[in-house]
């Protein structure tokens, strides 16, 4: 009978004892953990807003240059320029070099404007 007691009283010890250790220290361990996990939530969820922002402003982008009649205006001009000034300047690669630099103009317009 008085096994049976200490049994008991043995249990609700053990019990107590777990409240308290967690309390304690594990909570803290749960709390570190929740942080954790909201803090990649949080990182994912501004990833996907990111890539939201970068394909909008994409169909954006498009659907503005499609009415700009832009390369038939630049081909025109190209074709103004004297042979030799348009040999010149591909030998240099000069619209290769041209292209670049647009094309980097772009990007960080968009960088500034929709990544910071």
Partial sequence: MFDFLSDILDS??????????????????????????????????????????VENATALISSFTSNIDLTSSIESGWLSLPLEIREFLVFFRIPEILTMIFSAFVVRFFFKRFVS
Avoid: C, H, N
């Fill in 12 to 53: 609700i010890k053990y019990f107590f004892t777990y409240i308290i250790d967690f309390l304690t220290s594990g909570i803290f361990d749960l709390l570190i953990d929740f942080a954790l996990y909201l803090k990649d939530l949080l990182f994912l969820l501004w990833l996907k807003i990111a890539v939201y922002s």
